[in-house]
């Protein structure tokens, strides 16, 4: 099958929450992009929420990226990629620390086929979905892109710390590689057509969903873990990014690559809105906005949750030249239509 080679990404993890919001962006940017999920934690419906975006068929293959012949055969050698983005990847923090082996194999697997698949076909750029959990707690705040990285206190977190070192050591070794990882702080929202969004499986994890779910009545009431920091309202402080400028970070950061405007061939760039907003605020915020009442108690700290981190963005804005641009408060908007389509509410 031919492609146009410098308008071509694989998205791999592109049915996935970030990953199905960023290809979006990269269609409407004007890329032709090429989605490949194994469908592990991801529904087809968000490829078809994609499609009804953009208004038009995204192809889509249903491979595993741990399998390197499939990818091979299925994907690598049947289109010309200008760039990779790689989101395939295992994220349950708590799920990671009783099965760690899963994390290791599947996260660094998926990331080692690729990367030898780009040597093998000629692709020379690639965005890591990185992630904040790589700072651990900061002793000074907000985290810069030089605030050294502490051991992670998951194998999630190791993974994507081990990925960022694999990358780097590649880059290095194969001349005609570039990538950019780029570290998320807390993704959140959803596309504002509510037609994709995050469709986590089982009980959420992650704040916003419990808050969504909550909301629609799915859950009796959310627990705030911790009202006892040494934060200004007790609970903890995080970086709230809004998904669809997180996805235009990703744009931002292929067009870097493939138009040569890289520094050096491996960057790093944090991807926050640059303020702390606490747990407590967060709440009170979507109860405004939504004008809906979200239940919540005060209940004991989360085991290897950090007090607080978020985002010193200047290198973003000034280098990569991305600025988060949603207000909050439309997120927050934005993740409660989503929950109120996927529950016909
Ligand atoms: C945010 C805040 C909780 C749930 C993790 C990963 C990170 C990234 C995103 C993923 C914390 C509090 C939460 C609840 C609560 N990875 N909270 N009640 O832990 O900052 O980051 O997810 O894909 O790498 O570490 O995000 O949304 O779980 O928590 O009070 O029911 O909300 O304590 O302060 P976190 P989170």
């Not at 200047?314 to 929950?339: C, I, P, Q, S, Y």
């Amino acid at each position: 099958m031919s492609s146009n080679k410098n308008k071509t990404v694989l998205v791999a993890g592109g049915a996935g929450y970030i990953g199905s919001h960023t290809t979006v962006e990269l269609i409407n940017a004007g890329y032709d992009v090429v989605i490949a999920d194994n469908l592990s934690n991801a529904d087809i419906s968000a490829v078809k929420g994609v499609e009804q975006i953009v208004g038009r068929s995204v192809p889509f293959i249903q491979v595993d990226c741990c399998d390197i012949d499939a990818l091979r055969r299925e994907v690598f050698g049947k289109y010309s990629f200008a760039s990779v983005i790689h989101f395939a990847a295992y994220k349950a923090v708590g799920e990671s620390v009783s099965e760690p082996l899963k994390y290791f194999r599947n996260n660094l697997q998926s990331l080692l086929n690729v990367l030898t698949l780009m040597k093998e076909f000629d692709v020379p750029n690639i965005v890591f979905s990185s992630s904040a959990t790589v700072y651990g707690q900061p002793e000074v705040l907000p985290a810069t892109e030089a605030t050294p990285r502490q051991r992670a206190n998951s194998p999630y977190g190791l993974t994507k710390q081990m990925s960022e070192d694999i990358i780097q050591d590649t880059v290095a070794a194969v001349p005609f590689f570039k990538a950019i990882a780029l570290r998320y702080f807390n993704p959140i929202g959803a596309h504002p057509s509510a037609l994709i969004g995050e469709l986590p499986k089982g009980v959420p994890a992650n704040l916003v969903p419990f808050i969504t779910q909550t909301a629609a009545g799915i859950r009796k009431e959310l627990s705030i873990f911790g009202d006892d920091y040494g934060t200004p309202d007790g609970s903890c402080l995080r970086d709230y990014i809004d998904v669809v400028d997180l996805a235009r970070a990703h744009v931002a950061a292929v067009g870097r690559m493939v138009e040569n405007q890289s520094a050096e061939r491996y960057e790093i760039f944090n991807i926050g809105i640059g303020r702390p907003v606490s747990v407590l605020e967060l709440v009170k915020l979507f109860e405004e906005v939504n004008g809906v009442p979200v239940p919540h108690k005060i209940v004991a700290r989360r085991p290897g949750d950090v007090e607080k981190i978020w985002a010193a963005t200047d290198k973003a804005n000034e280098v990569l030249g991305w600025h988060a641009e949603r207000e909050l408060g439309d997120t927050l908007r934005a993740a409660w239509a989503w929950e109120k389509h996927v529950r016909g509410l």
